[in-house]
């Protein structure tokens, strides 16, 4: 069982190292958020739809509260990347993906209200930890700023992404990880398409690179594995194990884009950060 666990754990890992791609892809990009979504949803959408085709996945949604679910959990992951290109524009990809990163905290709190499970002491506690390091990513609450409005962009992120998972975890017992997430795609697609007639883009030909391996890489093959990790823990711990991820993330943007964080940054992250590490050792001992 602990050599299973490991396993599963290590999957989990692999799928947010993925992920983590998000953060430098999203900063690199110059087109406005909504668009750089859309063409990614448009172009993972056909990714996806492809291998489920290949293998054969069926498609097939039992009933009409499950297509609602599918439905507004599509919603809630659009928002969520959109706030989040947003937060990684105004800001830097650390500050980006750590303010991000108080989704755990959120699904923690709001998990026991949707499958009526007892409310973790534990939770609690680690979100006051998460929250103090957010306070040293925007120390000062400055409308006016960028870092501020970043930061504020990041934590809306983080409440659309913790409704979505929430909502997904009802179902993945039930369906393919591959086709909810093909679903979910296919419909942020059909949504965002008005945003072409409200935005200008002119994607260049490093634009056009960058979204093709935000489509490919970060989204088919990263999230797809990431829902499948929702079989094996529950979200609350699934979400904050995951949020190791800002630190790839700010490793990547290091590397790639020569954005070296501050001090603030690094105190804030390190705090956000030891949740990881605390849930880690919590979700092993209860194997």
């Not at 039992?62 to 937060?87: E, P, R, V």
């Not at 179902?171 to 965002?192: D, E, H, T």
């Not at 964080?261 to 092993?284: A, Y």
Request: proline share 3%.
């Amino acid at each position: 069982m602990k050599k299973q666990h490991l396993k599963h754990i290590l999957e989990l890992n692999i799928a947010v190292l993925i992920i983590s791609t998000s953060g430098v892809l999203g900063r690199f990009i110059s087109m406005p958020p909504p668009v750089t979504i859309w063409l990614r949803c448009v172009f993972a959408a056909v990714i996806l739809g492809a291998f489920c085709w290949y293998k054969k996945i069926d498609l097939k949604i039992s009933s009409k509260s499950d297509f609602k679910a599918i439905l507004l959990s599509s919603i809630f992951l659009g928002a969520h990347w959109i706030t989040y290109f947003y937060a990684l524009h105004l800001s830097n990809v650390a500050v980006g993906m750590l303010s991000l990163f108080t989704y755990p905290v959120i699904t923690a709190l709001l998990e026991p209200l949707f499958f009526k499970t007892k409310l973790n002491k534990m939770h609690i506690l680690l979100g006051i930890i998460a929250l103090i390091g957010i306070y040293f990513l925007a120390p000062e609450f400055n409308l006016e700023s960028n870092l501020t409005k970043g930061v504020l962009s990041g934590l809306l992120s983080s409440v659309f992404y913790a409704l979505r998972n929430i909502m997904l975890k009802q179902k993945i017992a039930q369906y393919s990880g591959s086709m909810l997430m093909f679903y979910q795609l296919v419909i942020i697609s059909l949504v965002l398409w008005p945003i072409l007639f409200i935005f200008e883009a002119q994607p260049t030909s490093e634009d056009w690179m960058a979204l093709l391996a935000l489509a490919l890489f970060t989204t088919a093959v990263g999230h797809t594995l990431f829902v499948m990790s929702f079989k094996n823990f529950s979200i609350s711990t699934a979400s904050i194990m995951s949020s190791v991820q800002p630190v790839y993330g700010v490793l990547f943007g290091l590397f790639f884009l020569s954005e070296i964080p501050s001090k603030n940054t690094l105190i804030g992250g390190f705090l956000i950060l030891t949740t990881v590490i605390i849930e880690s050792v919590q979700s092993h001992k209860k194997i």
